[in-house]
């Protein structure tokens, strides 16, 4: 265990060394934090003569939740205006009243507005890449334009929360996936 803190040549894994490579018009650049994939395993409780026993159920990936800095150009809030059409979504004040209003916001649309996969790296000292998170099937699920201020001098952030179906990491060590659909859980 001495040994770890004595060798220059381990190094953890810093927070500050990543890229988020989002999708359709939202540069990683903009990115200025961003949640990490998670997972929780529901549980299932069987009572049996006054004692709980606890089984492992389904597997739930969490949403993340990335925070940009809307830059000009390109525009974030625009892109992400246009990917809430791209999924579907249509306003009321363009309708012609003579049609039902059909579309409406589908998975397969949503996922396309963003492209079917985001890839979350982290690099070490030397730009070597470590660690690899891909987001399978994202869509938006909720974004938050920012707050304005009159008083206040700090950039305009836009908050965006993703959901996605499952995720896969490789380090630089071994590849572990993780698969929501139970047919594949590790793999190394």
Known sequence: MAKFWNS?????????????????????????TTDKPSFTINESEHNFFGHKFYYPGVVTWNEITVT????VDPDASGALSRALEM?????P??????????DTVSKEKSVQAIGPQIVLAQYDGDNREIERWTLYNPWIKEVKFGDLEYGGDDLTETTVELQYDWARVETATDSVTINSGGREFFKV
């Open 8 to 32: 220059s040549a381990l190094e953890p894994k810093r927070q500050h060394r990543w890229l988020l490579q989002l999708g359709k018009g939202l540069e990683s650049y903009a990115v200025k």
């Open 68 to 71: 940009l800095v809307d830059p």
């Open 93 to 102: 004040d363009n309708a012609d009243i003579s049609k039902p209003m059909l």
């Open 87 to 91: 999924s579907g979504y249509k306003t």
